[in-house]
């Protein structure tokens, strides 16, 4: 038989499931009365469907905010405040004055944006960049693609005739995050066919705070630059039939990058944040995130009810976040690590929110150990929710030691049974994830009333939903006082992360 000792040491998990009474009263905090009443006011006709960027969700994100206040939460917002505000800016190119200069000795081509070269993505440039060039042709994988060092440089993708589409997306898109100043495609389009491809004028386009540390993409027609690229020694039509993946650096190549981009547009959207300060004085530097997206799709005009209350999604998981953070704001419930409460907008248009708080944080991202996100838990099986992500990292093993010690809530915790929908990349949650922090999603999934008029606050089990919070309590305090940061699974950290030089350890 082991010493009690080592017996004793053996179970950290049993230990640490075990519940203190002011943690039990904190959880006892969680009722099903204070949910639905607070559903109700932010739910409510008067918020007009919390639309980004609306009069509606600034007072949504400002009831957040004064509740986060009557907690004694900090404050993480701008300047001292509980609401950080991001610019919406809606952009149109000039193609007439946005041009690619490719120079090798005394050879120069210029590609302009109105002729020979078309705009594909990524932030434009407030200012001219150039750089040297490296050359990826021939038969590449995203496995190959993965090996090619760009960072820093203009990556020229020239993809081989009668190359797999699929494939090619796979190239560009492992070469995008890899870090180069611009993505540029060498197509092999004649002038006449690529002119016809080219927009009369650019279509506005939205974009969120400066956009910053992406690269421009944009493909240029191989026959507009040819001469420096000769001059390069780049032999296009070798490389154009090959079929060995190449990589060659190109230094003898300048390519420079002039856009001219003129703002149609401004406004600002908020994210509400409150930080609980941990207990104990190291842990505290470490911090545990509790998200929601607190806005909706606004009003469907033409219909006699034509405010979308947006109850489920995603009144449910704000009000969550904000009863999480008085639970764990009453007296001794709070843990060891601090904890961000977060409440973002622009969920429905493209998670715009939360892109700009992981990049512009109140504090580093390294010491960000777990985003905990909750879209929708107000409908559907009242002793069942689902946590996307649980394969993921060593989340899913704390969930269900948690789980089991806390079977008197009567709520289950299972794996995602939606698989092919691919909410894990569809929520708040995967702007944490693809930046190396290891998240959970709580997610009931859809209905009926998804995205409809219909999603009102009578339909809400309040009740399961307090069920859900307490769970999401204890877990919290499994992580926020656990010794060890949760881990990432090997070979989702390599799947999910996209920069795989980011290191939130």
């Known amino acids: 038989m082991k010493p009690l000792l080592l017996m004793l040491a053996a179970l950290p998990g049993v230990l640490s499931a075990q519940t203190s009474a002011p943690a039990s009263r904190a959880a006892g905090s969680l009722t099903a009365t204070d949910v639905a009443r607070r559903i109700g006011i932010i739910a409510d006709d008067s918020m007009l469907g919390r639309d980004t960027p609306s009069r509606g969700l600034d007072l949504t994100a400002q009831y957040v905010a004064d509740q986060f206040r009557a907690f004694g939460l900090k404050p993480g917002g701008d300047q001292g405040s509980w ?27 210029t590609a302009w944006f109105s002729q020979s070269a078309r705009y594909d993505g990524g932030p434009v440039p407030e200012t001219a960049i150039s750089g040297t060039a490296v050359l990826v042709a021939g038969v590449h994988t995203a496995e190959t693609a993965d090996r090619v060092a760009v960072r820093d440089k203009v990556a020229l993708y020239m993809p ?55 690269p421009v993409a944009f493909q240029v027609r191989s026959g507009a630059v040819e001469r420096s690229l000769l001059a390069a020694k780049v032999d296009l039509p070798r490389l154009r039939s090959s079929t060995q993946p190449e990589v060659r650096d190109v230094p003898g190549l300048q390519v420079a990058l002039e856009m001219k981009d003129s703002v149609t547009s401004a406004q600002s959207a908020p994210n509400t944040v409150g930080i609980l300060e941990g207990s104990d004085p190291v842990l505290k530097n470490e911090y545990l995130v509790f998200s929601a997206h607190m806005d909706h799709i606004g009003i469907t005009p033409g219909r006699t009810d034509s405010i979308n209350n947006g109850a489920d999604d995603d009144a449910s998981g704000t009000i969550g976040v904000i009863e999480l953070a008085e639970a764990f704001s009453r007296p001794g419930a709070r843990p060891r690590r601090s904890i961000i409460f977060l409440t973002v907008s622009g969920e429905e248009k493209g998670l715009w929110g939360s892109d700009y708080f992981a990049r512009h944080p109140p504090v580093p991202l390294r010491q960000m150990v777990a985003d905990i996100n909750i879209d929708m838990i107000g ?42 929908e691919r909410f894990y990349f569809r929520s ?35 009740e399961k939903e307090a069920r859900i919070l307490k769970l999401l309590f204890y877990l919290g305090r499994e992580i926020g006082n656990a010794a060890k940061r949760p881990d990432w699974k090997p070979e989702s950290y390599k799947e999910i992360v996209e920069d795989q030089n980011v290191s939130v350890k």
């Open 160 to 214: 081989p005739v009668s190359a797999d589409p699929a494939t090619v997306q796979q190239v560009l898109r492992v070469l995008f995050l890899a870090g180069p100043k611009a993505l540029v495609i060498l197509s092999d389009t004649d002038s006449a066919r690529f002119a016809a491809s080219l927009p009369r004028h650019a279509p506005e386009r939205t974009v969120i705070g400066t956009a910053a540390g992406r």
């Open 83 to 109: 609401i950080q505000r991001y610019p919406i800016t809606r952009r149109r190119l000039d193609l007439e004055h946005s041009r690619a200069i490719f120079a090798s000795g005394t050879r120069a081509d």
């Open 428 to 462: 708040d949650h995967y702007n944490f994830a693809r930046r190396g922090i290891p998240i959970l999603f709580f997610f009931n999934g859809v209905h009926e009333d998804y995205h409809e008029v219909t999603d009102s606050p009578d339909k809400i089990n309040s």
């Open 379 to 420: 409908r559907n099986w009242p002793d069942t929710i689902v946590a996307i992500g649980k394969e993921h990292s060593d989340l899913g093993t704390t969930l269900e030691r948690v789980n089991r010690a806390h079977r008197e809530l009567g709520m289950t915790a299972i794996d995602d049974r939606w698989p092919e």
